[in-house]
Each structure stands twice: as structure tokens, then as C-alpha cells.
């Protein structure tokens, strides 16, 4: 009987598991079908329509800003879309609209594409919800990559993805241009703050998470979106530093350090990808058939497609000169894989491909190759079922539940690198003198990409919301509070203060216009410090920015400093907890904090650069944050000390917190490949885990590492995992290993 109950439940369970990946084939096999009909039912011009993106300044009558209302140009909208076949749109103009423009705008948009159209295909709107829905106004704005990346805690990435969808789609969008999954390994590159550090272990972690978060499991929910993985590849590290310049990669390290993170995200079903602006090694992103369908489509086999950034095709030809006209550079461009041009001004695109098929310069099929990707997002998207915004979604736009969220972000990632005799927290009895050219805005402390596209419209930014200045008077009473806004000033009431907060660092800038030539702090910022410290007043630096600026001259002459970066709208009063000791800090850095404006190096460096006596170290290294409890490591265990190539390598360490107060830790692992055929970095993050502690409380960590974390690409570029000695760091323990 027993048996009977048994193999019955077997039997059942199995069917349950057969049904499962079944109903999905079925899913795209439909879809596939379908895609094979629409195409069969399309003009060449139809087609080349639907891989044209125009954006928003081509179909507007007015920009918006604070005193117009933003207008849309109902005529021109209809021609881009029953004319020209447009299947995408991009952008706004000017400024964040509200959700309600937003849905005029979209409703408008797929009644003429469903209504005045022969093909019936709904159209796919994009945008940059970079932190947040970065334009519709009164948005949930979470702290930037940068700084989710110092919290160590990829929850709170996935939730972050996932309140953004949620918020795109009460706007009526389907279509995000992030995750970000490039790495910031050249602090001086203007877009640093965009990317999740210069981890690979770390952005992957990260970007798998909110790839997740955004497109969840199923992408016909009505509150999921499609994610675009950028830039692919390498762009964030450009030689001298600048925007869009060359890169120089080699294929080893394209695929040790640069591939993974998309890679990830592609086996995560991440859904299209935006190419790098620059150049590696000399061949412009946009013409590299190598990179674009050989290694993403072929190799990692991405299925969704690849869309161009902003106006890129046409500067084959303009800018990189290796197209002599622009139809050539449209032909390089699509025969490379490129399958969505974001033109975005004109129809050039649209008129020069359309030429190409008909003198077949292009042939057919890399058009339904093209064609047939986009279809596949709008379908994968919901559009074809749900193509308008959805009113019933207002109501779940920046929820208090989505304020305590960000809240939560905030708090976690702010990385206190320095508190000497224990400086903070600051007692709420001291007399504060606030300071700095960052105290006392809201733009600072979220940078580029919030409401704006420089993110510096501090006039159009949620007054509701705290500077650091308005957080510490509202926690301490705005009596204990003097304000200096500039040195001079400053410099007068630091007598009558028992403690100076300074709060240093950058401007927002996105993109090109944040290029510098200096990574060292601005020299006003750094004589402030210094006349400050004549005073003998005990200092706290709050470093506001969205890359390390270089500080060295002015660390000694502070007691404390705080690494905010870019923390977000909940930023003012989550650094005012940990100043005053409402919260304990738990930020590790995702980045090596250079001490000098040259010889950068990353954290994961190799042994020669240790070997010769001027190894250029960092202010402060990759994973470096303090806490205001104490944390101590023992029994550091591997379940081994022999391995195979193919074995997991399980390893557990215990942790406890030391201290008087409760604190979260970022438990890291890191391995050492002792002696390898290519010269191996000296450590490199392999596993991470953030656990909270109460005083006195101990916890033991596992993690098991696939055996993939050892492997590597050899002199011959290709992967390997190469028998020998090995070991495994976790903070101040190590323990050794073989692989045979
Ligand atoms: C940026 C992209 C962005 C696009 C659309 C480009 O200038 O490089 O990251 O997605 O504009 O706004």
C-alpha cells in the first residue's frame, strides 16, 4: 500500500516536471511561429522600420523643462510611425515627465502602430532607469551601482530591479537601458559611477541580480521589464580615461575580466544588450562582427538583440572614419549583428538600409535574423498582449514600502574607511559645524541620470527629501548646527564648534560632460581641509562623488571619513544615522581608492607589482570598510586539502562580532593561484556573504566554490584550470589547497 501511495506521487511528480519544460518550448515555439508568420507578411521597409529607434526630440513640439509642459508632435509621431515603420522610440526631452504624460505619450504612440499600420506591431519604448525611473518625476531613486556595489548585498540589487520594473511599467515603459556591467577599472572614465566596481566576481553577482529583479521569471508580467546589458565590451576602461576613446584589450583579458558579467546575464535571459561607443584594439564596437555574432550570439548564444548607443552607426563614418560614407557604415554596422539603431535623430537609418536589401548589399536573412530578435523582446515583453500603459499601476509607483527599500539601500552602503580613536559616531549633544560644497544638495548625493540627464537640475529635485545638512539639523536640532557654505565662512565658526563635518567630492555629470584631466580633489575642496584643521577641531570628511577623487594630502588632517559616492535620495539622512550612531555602517569598497593621481592599480593586481619597492599602494584597498562593532575570524575550514578539477571546494569560517553593537559583515573569500603557465593576480574575490551579528553572537559562513572559480584563459587563450597549489584567504585566515 505504502509502495502503491509512493509510486503514485512519484508518478505525479514527474508529470508535474515533464508538463513544466514542455509548457515552455511550447511558449517560444509559438512565438517562433508567430514571428515566422509576421515576417513572411512584411515589407523590407516595414522591417527595416522595426530595427529604426528614434528619439523622443525628433517627435516633440516643445521640450520640457520647469516652466514649459512638454509636447509631443502628433503629426510627426504618426508619419515616424505609418511613414517610416519606426518600431522604437527612446528618451525625453529635457526632463522627467509625470506618469500620467507618460502614459498620453505611450497610448498615443501604439494607437497609431496598432490602429494606422498594416503589420499591427506595438512599438517598444525605451529609457535609462539607471538608479530608478531616472524620468518620471517623484520616482523611487536608489543609491547608484557604485554604491549598491559597496553594500556587498545583492538583495537588495534584485529589489532595487525590481521596484524600478514595477515603476517603469506605472509609467507605461517596458524597456530599461541597465544594467550597466562594465567595469570600473579606470576611476578617471566620467561613467565610473555607473558600473558596480572593478570586481568581476562582484558586477557579476550584481548584474545577475537585477537582471533577475527586472525581468523576473516570467517576462509576460505586467510588472516586469526588459533589460539591456551595456556597453558591450569595455568600454568602461578607455586608455586616457575619456569618454568614448579607445580601449585596448587584450583577448585574454577580454575573457578573464570582461565577458563574464554579460555572459551571466545572458544565461539569466537578459533580453538585449547596448554596444560600447568606443573602440578596442582599433575596430569600433559597431562594426565588430567578432564580438557582436561570433562571441554574443554565437558563442554565449544571446537570443534577444543588440541595439546601437546613441547615434554610433552613423559615426563609422563621421567620427571613427572606417566607413567612407554613411551607407557604408550602415552596412558595417548591421553585417557586424547590429540589429537596432538608435539613430536617433533622423531616418537616415531607415533609408539607407532600406537601399542596401533592395540592392542586396544585405541580404534577407540578416534582416529576419534582426527582425526576428525584436519581435521576440516585444513578444517576450507582453506587448503583443498588454501594449498600453496601465492606469491600475499608479497606485504602486514610489509606495512607502519602496521609500523604506531605498532607505534600507542607503544605510548599507555607505563605507566608513577611516575613524581614528573612534571619532564617530558623533555625540547628538555636539555642536556641528556643516561644511562643504556638498552639504547642502540633493543633486550630489545622486548624481547623473536622476531627473535629468546631467542630474543637476537641483531646483527640480523632491524637496521633501533631506541634504546632509537638513538630515543632521532634523536629528540634532537645527540650534547644534552652524552652516558654512563657503571656506571663509567656515573658517570664522569652526572655533564655536566642537566637531567639523565636511562634505566633499564631486558635481553630477553623466557621460562626456563628466571628463577631467585630474583625479585629485579639487584643490578649493583641499585648502578648505586644510584651513579647516588650523582650527584643531576634530574632522569628519563625507566623500560625496561619483569617483575616488584623490585625497591623501587632507586624510591625516581628518579623524574620520565616510565614503558616501552616490547614495541616493534617501543619501542625506542615511549618512546623518551613521555620523550620529543611528546606524552602523557596512559598505565595503567595490573599488581600490587610489592614493595618487597615477599608477592606478586594481586590487586583483599581479605579482610584479608588488616586487619592486615603489608598488603603488591604495589609499584604501578593494573591500576595505569599517564598523563601529568589531568582527573577529577563526576556524577557517575547506572540506579538502586535495581537490580534482572538477570537485566544489567547500569552505566554512566562523565570525563573531566582538563589539557592543549589532553589525552586518561582508563575509569575502578570495583565491590565489600560487604558480600558473600566465602570470596569475596576486588575489581575486571568488564568493561573498553579508550576515548580521548581534554583540557577542557567532555565526559560521559556508560557500562553496565551483570549480570554475580556479579556471582561467592560458597562453593559448582558452580556458583552463591548471593543476597545483592554491589558496584561500578570508579576511586574516588563509588556508592552502592542491588541485591535481
Ligand atoms: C549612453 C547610453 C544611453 C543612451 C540613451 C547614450 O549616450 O551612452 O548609456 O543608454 O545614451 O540615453
Known sequence: MKGTIFGLILLLALSAYKFMPEKTVLKEEVM??????????????????QMTQITMQSISKQPGNLDTVHMIDTAVVREAITKYHIGSFLNVWQMAYSKEHWHDIINLIQDIALNETKVKIPVIYGIDAIHGVTYTLGATLFPQAISM???RNPELVKKAGEITAIEMRASGIPWNFNPVLGMGREPLWPRF???????VHLTTVMGRNYVIGQQGDNMGDPDRVATCMKHYLGYSVPKNGQDRTPAWIPERMVRDIFLPPFEEAVNQGCLTVMVNS???NGIPT???SYLLTEVLKKELGFKGFIVSDWEDIERL?????VAATPKEAVKMAVMAGMDMSMVPFDYSFYELLVELVKDGEVPMERIDDAVGRILYVKMKVGLFDNPYPDESMFNKFATKEFTNINKEAAAEVLTLVKNENDLLPLSKDAKVLVTGPNANKLSVLNGGWTITWQGD????YPHEKNTVLEAVQAKIGTDNVIYAANTEDAVKSAGDADVIVACLGEAPYCETPGNINNLALDSKQIELVHKLSGSGKPIVLVMIQGRPRVMNEIVDKSGAILVAMLPGMEGGDAIADVLFGDNNPSGKLPFSYPKYVNGYTTYDYKPIEEFDVNYVTPQWTFGHGLSYTTFKYSDLKLDKSDYSKTDEIKVSVKVKNTGKRAGKEAVEVYLTDLFGTVTRPVKQLKAFDKIL???GEEKTVYFSLKSDALAFYGRDNKKVIEPGEFKVTVSNLSQSFTVN
Open 32 to 49: 517562433q511561429d508567430k514571428i515566422e508568420k509576421l515576417l513572411s507578411e512584411m515589407t523590407v521597409e516595414e522591417k527595416v522600420g
Open 193 to 199: 559611477w555607473e558600473t558596480f566596481g572593478e570586481d
Open 286 to 288: 559597431h562594426s565588430d
Open 457 to 460: 537640475m537641483e531646483e527640480a
Open 317 to 321: 563614418h563621421t567620427r571613427d572614419m
Open 693 to 695: 551579528l548581534k554583540p
Open 149 to 151: 556595489a559597496a553594500s
Open 278 to 280: 568606443g573602440e578596442i
